[in-house]
C-alpha cells in the first residue's frame, strides 16, 4: 500500500526522518553552475521537500555521500595510529532509477571484489534510498538500452504530481511516519522512463581486440584529460591516496583517500618513472572498454548506467554513448584485419 501526502506532511516526514538521518537530493546552486552566472543541481543536505529538484537531472551524481570527494581514512603521530571515526548519523538519499543502480555496482567494487572495504561499509549500512520516479528521459540519457529504467530496491519511492507527493514504502521502518502525515492511502507505482531520445547498441560480439581498433586514435586530440566524465559518473569508483604532514609537527599528520580518474595525467605513473597510457584515446579506450566490456564478463552485466551525465559535462562535446555505438563498426574493423 502506498501513501499520497501534502507538502506540509512531507516537511514533517523529514524533519522526522531527520532526527537520525542526512538527508541528501538533488538540489538549486544558484550562481553555482561551471559558466559564469549559471546555476547547477547537485547533491547537497536538504530539509524541506520543496528543497529537491525533481524536475532536472542532478549535474553530479550521489556518489560523494557514499565515496565522499576527500576521506580521511587515519590519524598518526610518533607512535599512535588512529582510525577516524564513521558516521554518527545514516543518511537517506533521493536518488532516480540509474543511479540506485549505480549502487550496486559501487557495491560491487568496494565490497565483493576483493577484501571488504570497511570505510565504505560502515557508511553504506547506514544508508537509505528513495527512488525519484522519470516519467521521462532527460537529455543524453540512455537507461532503457542499459536496462536501468526500472529499480524495485528501494526504501521508499517518490512521485512529484499535482503539487502531491505518491509514496510506495517497502521500509518498515518509515511505514507508521508516512501513514501518520499521509491524506490517504492508495496503490502507488514509480514512474519510469519507457522511451530515450538516445539509443546505444553493444554488439553481441564485442571482444578485447577492439582495442586495436583505430577510432581510438580520434580521442588523441578531441580529449583533454580532464576526467569530469570520471567525476560525474554514479559508478566510477578510482581515488588516490595523500599524507598530510601537520606544519606543526612533521611527524604527525592523516592519510585521505580523494577520488581520482583514469583519463587525467599522472594517473598510471609507477615507480621507475614509467606511464602507460600517455595517450588520450588509450585512456578513452580503457574506460569505455571498462564500463562495456570487461566489467560485464566479470559481473554479468554493464557498468555503464546511462545516466548521460559523461555526455552533459563533457568540456569537448565527446559523447559516450556515439562512443559505444562505433564500437560494431571497430569490431567489423579489426575482423576484416584478422582476415
Known amino acids: 500500500m502506498g501513501y499520497v501526502l501534502e507538502k506540509e506532511g512531507m516537511n514533517q516526514v523529514l524533519s522526522n526522518l531527520s532526527e537520525n538521518y542526512l538527508i541528501y537530493a538533488p538540489k538549486l546552486y544558484v550562481g553555482g553552475g561551471r559558466l559564469s552566472d549559471t546555476d547547477c543541481v547537485r547533491y547537497g543536505e536538504v530539509n524541506r521537500i520543496d528543497e529537491i529538484v525533481f524536475d532536472r537531472k542532478s549535474e553530479f551524481s550521489f556518489k560523494e555521500v557514499l565515496t565522499p570527494i576527500t576521506q580521511t581514512l587515519f590519524y598518526y603521530t610518533e607512535d599512535t595510529v588512529k582510525e577516524a571515526d564513521g558516521p554518527k548519523k545514516g543518511a537517506v538519499i533521493f536518488l532516480r532509477s540509474c543511479d540506485l543502480h549505480a549502487v550496486k555496482r559501487l557495491d560491487d567494487m568496494y565490497l565483493s571484489n576483493g577484501p571488504v572495504d570497511s570505510y565504505y561499509e560502515r557508511i553504506r549500512e547506514k544508508v537509505k534510498f528513495v527512488l525519484m520516479g522519470c516519467s521521462s528521459a532527460y537529455d543524453n540519457c540512455f537507461c532503457v538500452d542499459m536496462g536501468t529504467n526500472i529499480s524495485e530496491n528501494y526504501d521508499m519511492s517518490i512521485d512529484c504530481s499535482d503539487n502531491n507527493y505518491r509514496v510506495d514504502c517497502k521500509s518498515v521502518e518509515f511505514k507508521s511516519l508516512l501513514k501518520a502525515n499521509a491524506i490517504r492511502e492508495e496503490e502507488v507505482s514509480p514512474a519510469y522512463v519507457k522511451e530515450t531520445s538516445t539509443h546505444v547498441h553493444i ?48 611527524k604527525v599528520g592523516e592519510r585521505r583517500r580523494v577520488w581520482a580518474s583514469c583519463m587525467v595525467d599522472g594517473y598510471t605513473e609507477v615507480a621507475g618513472g614509467g606511464c602507460y597510457r600517455q595517450k588520450y584515446g588509450d585512456r578513452m579506450r580503457f574506460k569505455v572498454l571498462h564500463k562495456v566490456l570487461d566489467y560485464k564478463e566479470r559481473n554479468g552485466y554493464h557498468m555503464c548506467v546511462g545516466c548521460g551525465r559523461c555526455d552533459d559535462i563533457c568540456p569537448e562535446y565527446i559523447s559516450f554513448s556515439t562512443c559505444i555505438n562505433k564500437l560494431e563498426s571497430a569490431m567489423e574493423e579489426v575482423s576484416s584485419n584478422e582476415s
Open 203 to 250: 554488439p553481441e560480439n564485442l571482444s578485447a581486440e577492439v582495442a586495436t581498433s583505430s577510432i581510438w586514435r580520434e580521442y588523441d586530440s578531441r580529449c583533454i584529460g580532464c576526467g569530469r566524465c570520471n567525476f560525474v559518473c554514479p559508478t566510477c569508483t578510482c581515488f588516490t591516496m595523500q599524507d598530510l604532514f601537520y606544519t606543526d609537527n612533521g
